[in-house]
Nanobody, 116 residues
Framework: QVQLQEAGGGLVQPGGSLNLSCATS????????MDWYRQVPGKARELVARRRNSGSTNYADSVEGRFTISRDSARNLVWLQMTSLKPEDTAVYHCHVTSYGAREYWGRGTQVTVSS
């Protein structure tokens, strides 16, 4: 059974930084993308950053230039480095993995709160 476990969330002041990590376990093959989504109550889940197996990346306009997604392919780990954090970045951040076989997996999320 594949499981994703996020870590690294917390409370940070505006302008601060956090590094999120996502560890995977179980039989995970043929990964196509490893992504970070975020969600706030009452709103749809939003794609924040995506890293494809090819190495290409995409970012939401709101985080471009501030967030960086990276991956350890050998260990199937993915990170999200977040800098210059703003109050509007406050959300639950979820790790998401898709495979070439159209399977997808979600982590339970880690809370990020940006507040003074």
């Amino acid at each position: 059974q594949v499981q994703l476990q996020e870590a690294g969330g917390g409370l940070v002041q505006p302008g601060g930084s956090l590094n999120l990590s996502c560890a995977t376990s179980g039989r995970l093959f043929d990964i196509y993308t490893m992504d970070w989504y975020r969600q706030v109550p009452g709103k749809a889940r939003e794609l924040v950053a995506r890293r494809r197996n090819s190495g290409s990346t995409n970012y939401a306009d709101s985080v471009e230039g501030r967030f960086t997604i990276s991956r350890d392919s050998a260990r199937n780990l993915v990170w999200l480095q977040m800098t210059s954090l703003k109050p509007e970045d406050t959300a639950v951040y979820h790790c998401h993995v898709t495979s070439y076989g159209a399977r997808e997996y979600w982590g339970r999320g880690t809370q990020v709160t940006v507040s003074s």
